[in-house]
């Protein structure tokens, strides 16, 4: 599915309690899953519950759960970094990283969960588009956040007691720890082959503070 496409649909159903939008099969189903919001929208949009996952086929989804007044209960999750922790320490060019293509053309769906399940509601999705003049503003700041972020991480790294990368911010964009133990009850360091050791003891990734939030809404909400 195209990402203007799921915009127009789910700007038509915002609003609407999930008790209005969805059938009583459907509301057994987000109960009992504890309404993940993957499988809501998945519904939302008339995807039959995949596990294709629901990135759009030109942009990404990026969701998170807030009052009915849109203000952000959470952080939004970006993308772990395991796999591109080199490219940070070297700075790579903010438009060449795998951070950009992640957050360079996205949709950005709150989800209020106050009250019961059946009052829940979609509040209006915002389109971000990075490649639009529009947008110059918040392209300005990510792009200042992720250099920020890749100086905190280097100096944590050459400099820190420990030499392990930490939580680094910038004013939308953060680094933070997020793992889980594996089934032998460990973490998952990251290696970096630039430095030739282990960085962190544990994974960490990429997330929108709330201010992200604040600002897209006051800036951008329809």
Sequence with gaps: MKLKTAYKVLNKISNV??????????????????????QLLELALGMRLSNCGL???????KTNKCDSFGNPKETVFIAQ????????????????TYLFKKISNML????CKDGQPSEWMFLPAIHVDLSMPVYSELYEIWAEDYYSICSQLKRH??????????????????????????????????????YGRYV???????????????????????
């Design 157 to 194: 790294v050459e400099s820190g007691k420990d030499g392990f990368i930490h939580t680094s911010n910038g004013r939308h964009i953060q680094i933070r720890s997020k793992d889980a133990k594996s089934l032998c009850g460990r973490y998952h360091p990251i290696y970096s082959s630039l």
């Design 55 to 61: 990135d759009f086929e030109d942009g990404e989804l």
């Design 108 to 111: 950005y769906v709150p989800v």
């Design 17 to 38: 309690p999930f008790g209005d939008l969805f059938s009583a099969e459907d509301m057994e189903l987000i109960v009992k899953n504890k309404g993940k919001t993957g």
């Design 81 to 96: 970094i395991s796999g591109m922790i080199d490219d940070l320490l070297q700075v790579y060019p903010f438009k060449d």
């Design 200 to 222: 962190s003891n544990k994974n960490h990734a990429f997330y929108f503070k709330k201010q992200f939030v604040k600002y897209i809404r006051r800036a951008f909400c329809p």
